[in-house]
Nanobody, 120 residues
């Protein structure tokens, strides 16, 4: 199995910065895609940023958020700056993982979620 553990959420004032971290552990051969999603009450989980063959950002966070990784540690980050009240959400890290013995098949995993609250 694979576990994703997030850290770094909290309360921040509008215009401030915050960095989230996600550490993956377990039966990992290769992490194909690392990502961050977020969800607010009553809404679907939405993509924030993913890092794989290419880097993708939601339009709402471009120029403000940066996804990066330390592949040697199976850890990735979301640096958030110029935060707005509308960035308030539970943030989930995501990974698409290849595991030894499963050929080309890959598995999707989610972190437990971390609350980010931006005060206006």
């Amino acid at each position: 199995q694979v576990q994703l553990v997030e850290s770094g959420g909290g309360l921040v004032q509008g215009g401030g910065s915050l960095t989230l971290s996600c550490a993956a552990s377990g039966s990992i051969f290769r992490i194909n895609v690392m990502g961050w999603y977020r969800q607010t009450p009553g809404n679907q989980r939405e993509l924030v940023a993913t890092l794989g063959d290419r880097t993708i950002y939601a339009d709402s966070v471009k120029e403000r958020f940066t996804i990066s990784s330390n592949n040697a540690k199976n850890t990735w980050y979301l640096q958030m700056s110029s935060l707005k009240a509308e960035d308030t959400a539970v943030y989930y890290c995501y990974a698409d993982v290849s595991r030894r013995g499963y050929g080309d098949f890959s598995f999707e995993y989610w972190g437990q979620g971390t609350q980010v609250t931006v005060s206006s």
